[in-house]
């Protein structure tokens, strides 16, 4: 019996995934792993093509799978069929040659858009050399003089009746709690 006979005689089985696996030069090959998942791509069931190439393997449920064949460093494409009540037609896995590719991805962090959802004040350096003692004003002394600062105990400021949860930055740099 040919090839497409038994091709036939499986396919009016319901529920069976039948066909070949053949190389890029067309020559069926034999002992192949033939792989069938599901649409989340969990691996359902698996069958190994015949000496002939030939393989026919059972599906649990009607539904659409993904079939593809696996042998060394041999792969197919993946082919999508609807299993349903109709018997499918015989499908032909090509097996090529895969290459292991490692890619280093590098990409610069975006940056944080502080301004978007937030309330910014901001203190130029000219705005600094005016205080009375220039450069050498202390942090909590420039920042009394954004509206709607003001002293708290211990020197803690207030911006908007708040002292905690503020981000203070240098030319667009965060500064850490602790400094």
């Given at each position: 019996m040919s090839f497409l006979h038994q091709a036939r005689a499986f396919a009016v089985e319901p529920n069976h995934i039948v066909g070949s696996v053949q190389n890029q030069d067309l020559r069926r090959v034999g002992q192949v792993v033939v792989e069938v998942k599901n649409q989340e791509g969990t691996l359902v069931t698996t069958g190994v093509s015949n000496d002939a190439g030939e393989f026919s393997i059972p599906v649990p449920a009607d539904g659409t799978y993904s079939v593809s064949a696996v042998q060394d460093t041999y792969r197919s494409e993946y082919i999508v069929l609807k299993i349903g009540t109709e018997a499918s037609d015989p499908i032909t896995l090509t097996l090529s040659k895969t290459k292991e590719i490692a890619l280093e991805v590098r990409s610069l962090l975006a940056p944080i858009q502080y301004k978007a959802s937030s309330e910014t004040y901001s203190v130029s350096r000219k705005d600094?050399?005016?205080?009375?003692?220039?450069?050498?004003?202390?942090?909590?002394?420039?920042?009394?003089?954004i509206p709607g600062a003001v002293y708290g105990s211990l020197k803690q400021v207030h911006i908007r009746q708040d002292h905690a949860n503020l981000q203070l930055r240098i030319d667009g740099v965060p500064i850490p709690d602790t400094v």
């Amino acid at each position: 019996m040919s090839f497409l006979h038994q091709a036939r005689a499986f396919a009016v089985e319901p529920n069976h995934i039948v066909g070949s696996v053949q190389n890029q030069d067309l020559r069926r090959v034999g002992q192949v792993v033939v792989e069938v998942k599901n649409q989340e791509g969990t691996l359902v069931t698996t069958g190994v093509s015949n000496d002939a190439g030939e393989f026919s393997i059972p599906v649990p449920a009607d539904g659409t799978y993904s079939v593809s064949a696996v042998q060394d460093t041999y792969r197919s494409e993946y082919i999508v069929l609807k299993i349903g009540t109709e018997a499918s037609d015989p499908i032909t896995l090509t097996l090529s040659k895969t290459k292991e590719i490692a890619l280093e991805v590098r990409s610069l962090l975006a940056p944080i858009q502080y301004k978007a959802s937030s309330e910014t004040y901001s203190v130029s350096r000219k705005d600094i050399e005016t205080l009375p003692r220039g450069n050498n004003v202390e942090l909590q002394d420039v920042l009394i003089t954004i509206p709607g600062a003001v002293y708290g105990s211990l020197k803690q400021v207030h911006i908007r009746q708040d002292h905690a949860n503020l981000q203070l930055r240098i030319d667009g740099v965060p500064i850490p709690d602790t400094v």
